[in-house]
Antibody, heavy 122, light 108 residues
Framework: QVQLVQSGAEVKKPGASVKVSCKAS????????INWVRQATGQGLEWMGW????????GYAQKFQGRVTMTRNTSISTAYMELSSLRSEDTAVYYC???????????????WGKGTTVTVSS | DIQMTQSPSSLSASVGDRVTITCRAS??????LNWYQQKPGKAPKLLIY???SLQSGVPSRFSGSGSGTDFTLTISSLQPEDFATYYC??????????FGPGTKVDIK
């Protein structure tokens, strides 16, 4: 079945970087975007950015520009999100989500990973 | 940036109730509006896309309407498994897919 499997929980110190992976299966990896969305405990959803696995093109929310990098390895159908200069406010669950355009140009995220908990603490 | 607001922020309802959640965009987004359901400890689930299109496999008691700046999600007859938090999300502004703050639906 179509699924996104994310890497395990991470604990990082302030100032460090974290790299979360998202492995796709059950569909053609390069045919759909991968988005990253995070959620701090008890808070709402925050969209971080987007990547086209076919071209490698990316787009990042302004808030994360300069700190986030989204990449992929098409040979293993895996997307990555790296966040640098971590601070305590980055403690959150990070989700990858498949993005798709309809024929009429509407975009939605229809398949989600289970999330990766990233804790930033000294 | 397009800002999304939702009302109410929370509501209490009983099984069988009709529930309506409102989402408003800070500028016109045509029908580029999606709705997601999230249960505690779980990933969000797509319910509605393009303001009113029901995602495959989602029960027909869920419906969406609206265009421009004002949108609604309606649950026609609330079921026990529908107690969750609901988020709207605009996809009009490419590369900035903002979510609303969420509406928590709990048991009265």
């Amino acid at each position: 079945q179509v699924q996104l499997v994310q890497s395990g929980a991470e604990v990082k110190k302030p100032g460090a970087s974290v790299k979360v992976s998202c492995k796709a299966s059950g569909y053609t990896f390069t045919s759909y975007d991968i988005n990253w969305v995070r959620q701090a405990t008890g808070q709402g959803l925050e969209w971080m950015g987007w990547m086209n696995p076919n071209s490698g093109n990316t787009g990042y929310a302004q808030k994360f520009q300069g700190r986030v990098t989204m990449t992929r390895n098409t040979s293993i159908s895996t997307a990555y999100m790296e966040l640098s200069s971590l601070r305590s406010e980055d403690t959150a669950v990070y989700y990858c989500a498949r993005g798709e355009y309809t024929t009429h140009g509407y975009y939605y995220m229809d398949v989600w990973g289970k999330g990766t908990t990233v804790t930033v603490s000294s | 940036d397009i800002q999304m607001t939702q009302s109410p922020s929370s509501l209490s309802a009983s099984v069988g109730d009709r529930v309506t959640i409102t989402c408003r965009a800070s500028q016109s987004i045509s029908s580029y509006l999606n709705w997601y359901q999230q249960k505690p400890g779980k990933a969000p689930k797509l319910l509605i896309y393009a303001a009113s299109s029901l995602q495959s496999g989602v029960p027909s008691r869920f419906s969406g309407s609206g265009s421009g700046t004002d949108f609604t999600l309606t649950i026609s007859s609330l079921q026990p498994e529908d107690f969750a938090t609901y988020y709207c999300q605009q996809s009009y502004s490419t590369l900035l897919f903002t979510f609303g703050p969420g509406t928590k639906v709990d048991i009265k």
